[in-house]
């Protein structure tokens, strides 16, 4: 009878400590009780009652990521595509999730390729590729509305491929090569034209710079001229006004008159007619040095 009474003990005891459950950071445990929902267990140290209550469900409350395989799309102008998408939910409400659908990851998954052909059905193929935030807000926010009654959130939806047909893609690569050198062809031919504008402004330039460069060395030379004439014609005028000063003789004169015949023939010319009066002058001067000499 010892023994028995020992052994229940430690079965009660046992039982207590198998009854005795930790929840852990960021998880949720739903109870039910007699097949019932009676709560659920936060983050802590938690006493379930035997053979009357038991762990239901026990819920992640971290994000999720859903990666579903590629899904068949038809696009507005009847072209099929293969997109794939990724979901990032959370679990908000441990007991509508557990109690709200059955397999939930399948429901959201099948909700998404659904909602993901009726976007992209209104779309074209240009819209599809073009407009990829567009269609993963539209896809977030029916998502969310729809799982809302099941206790996710949908965080964030991302398209992750999208692959046309083999000859879709063919006929783009052949577009963007035909694009790319399109552009290539533009840039090539401003360039030259820019280089020729470049060229032409330069000897424009050079041109100008010429030009002017000989009409300053033409204005200098007009200038020195000028100024050689005017300090000739200042020492003339110096020279006649010495000369009226002096009160010359007509005999003086006429010297001064010989003199300068003197001097523009200067030993080149061959023939020189001398006045009468500047003759006479040379003849008085020879007989004059004549009679010196005798």
């Not at 240009?126 to 099941?150: F, G, H, V």
């Not at 200098?220 to 020279?239: D, H, N, R």
């Amino acid at each position: 009878m010892q023994y028995v009474l020992i052994a229940l003990i430690l079965l009660v005891i046992v039982i207590l400590v198998r009854s005795i459950r930790i929840v852990q950071q960021s998880k949720a445990y739903v109870v039910e009780r007699l097949g019932a929902y009676k709560t659920t267990w936060n983050t802590g140290m938690h006493l379930k009652v035997p053979f009357i209550e038991r762990i239901a469900k026990v819920v992640t409350l971290k994000e999720q990521v859903a990666d579903f395989p590629p899904q068949p799309v038809i696009t507005k102008d009847n072209v099929t595509m293969q997109i794939d998408t990724v979901i990032y939910f959370q679990i908000t409400d441990p007991k509508m999730y557990t109690y709200g659908v059955d397999q939930p990851m399948g429901a959201i998954e099948n909700l998404a390729a659904t909602t993901l052909r009726n976007i992209i059905g209104e779309l074209e193929l240009d819209q599809c590729l073009t407009s990829r935030d567009i269609i993963n807000t539209k896809m977030r926010a029916i998502l969310d509305e729809a799982t809302d009654p099941w206790g996710i959130k949908v965080n964030r939806v991302e398209l992750k491929n999208i692959l046309p047909p083999k000859e879709i893609q063919n006929a783009m690569e052949k577009q963007m090569k035909a694009e790319r050198e399109r552009r290539e062809a533009i840039l090539r031919a401003e360039g030259e034209k820019r280089a020729a504008i470049l060229e032409a402004e330069g000897e424009k330039e050079s041109a100008i710079l010429r030009a002017d460069a000989k009409k300053q060395q033409q204005i200098l030379e007009a200038e020195g001229q000028a100024e050689a004439i005017l300090k000739v014609q200042k020492a003339t005028a110096e020279g006649i006004r010495l000369i009226n000063e002096a009160c010359p003789t007509d005999a003086v004169i006429k010297i001064k008159a010989l003199e300068a015949f003197a001097a523009a023939a200067d030993g080149k010319a061959t023939k020189i007619i001398i006045p009468s009066e500047i003759q006479g002058i040379a003849g008085l001067a020879e007989g004059v040095v004549e009679a010196v000499k005798e």
